[in-house]
Every structure is written in C-alpha cells, then in structure tokens.
C-alpha cells in the first residue's frame, strides 16, 4: 500500500491481482498453476481493446491489465500478432511508449515469448547468485524437454529488448558453475544438458 494524497493505494501487485478472477481466493492458488487459458477468447476483440486502451484519452491501464493478465502466453502471442497485423505497429513498442514503471516492465515481461522470458530470467537470476537456485530449479526442472531446448537456444544467440542488446552467448553450464556449488549444481547441470544437443 501506497499513500497517495492521504488515502492508501494498492500497490501494482495488488492491483494487477484485484483484476484476475480467483485472486481473492488465496487457498486455491496452490491448485491453479500458472494462468491457464481464457476460454471465451477473442484475439480479435483483444486487439481492438488494447488499441482502444492506448490511443483513447488517457491510457486505460485497466483494460491493459485485465486482458494481459486473464489469457495465457500462446494467447498473448496471438494477440500481439493480430495487433501487429491490424495497426502495423509493435504491441511492445506501444505499450512502451504508453506506459511506465512497474506496468511497463511487467507488461513487457507478459508480452515476451516463453524461451525469451525464461533465458532472461536465468541470466538474471545467474548474475545475482541469492536468487540463482530458485530460478534455476524453477526453469530448468518444470520445463517440458522441448521447452527447455527452445530456452537454452535463446539463452545462447544475441536477444533485443527495449533496444538494448543482451548477449546470451556464454555457456549455461559455466554461468552454473560459477553461481551454484555441490549436489544442487550437479543436478541443474544435468538438467541443462539438452544445451549440448
């Protein structure tokens, strides 16, 4: 919570949470994985909505959040192709350009294709080593094998985001070994070794 002008605000967290449909039902989260997929779908409707939601006055972070939040990646994908299609312009571009801060970033995290996220995120978590095992168990062990294929090929080619290169190019195994020691670094290298595929 935040206080803006004397009252307490939600925080962006709180906020995104508030417009996904089971977020007050806090005991089924453990059964529910990740976001599953938005059956009464649209990319159509979707697309329109977002581009109502940035060009319209102001930009509905609501309607950005509500539709980004409530379909799952595949879906998001499809929407950001259809945008594309529509408006001849880049979803991530215009929603960068329409939003900032937290929304932004977590906007573009939603927005990423699943490999690129997931390379990200071990490059990240890689170079600050209190959170590297986590990650690493977290990507490495729930992937399918084609999945993790897929993130250790982003992991090692060149990636742009915000137009800023990310170099991908050493090897997941010695980022590892340098963050990760003992049974727990032997395991995730184990893991890993589809990279050598």
């Known amino acids: ?60 972070r609501s309607a950005i959040v509500d539709v980004l939040t409530n379909r799952s990646r595949e879906q998001r994908q499809l929407i950001s192709r259809n945008f594309q299609e529509r408006t001849q312009q880049d979803l991530m571009k215009s929603l960068q350009a329409a939003l900032s801060g937290n929304l932004e970033r977590i906007v573009m995290a939603l927005l990423q294709p699943t490999a690129q996220f997931d390379a990200q995120e071990l490059r990240t978590a890689l170079k600050a080593s209190d959170s590297a095992v986590d990650v690493a168990i977290e990507i490495l062990a729930t992937r399918t094998p084609p999945q993790l294929q897929e993130c250790l090929a982003v992991y090692k080619h060149t990636s742009v985001i915000k137009n800023t290169p990310l170099y991908f190019a050493d090897k997941l195994h010695q980022a590892l070994q340098d963050a990760v020691k003992g049974d727990c670094q032997s395991a995730l290298l184990a893991l890993c070794r589809a990279e050598d595929m």
Do not use: C, Y
């Open 1 to 60: 919570m935040s206080v803006t002008g004397g009252k307490m605000a939600p925080s962006l967290t709180q906020e995104i949470l508030s417009h996904l449909g089971l977020a007050s039902k806090t005991a089924a989260w453990g059964t529910l994985g990740t976001l599953r997929t938005f059956l009464n779908f649209s990319v159509d409707k979707d697309a329109q909505r977002l581009l109502r939601a940035i060009t319209g006055q102001g930009v509905d």
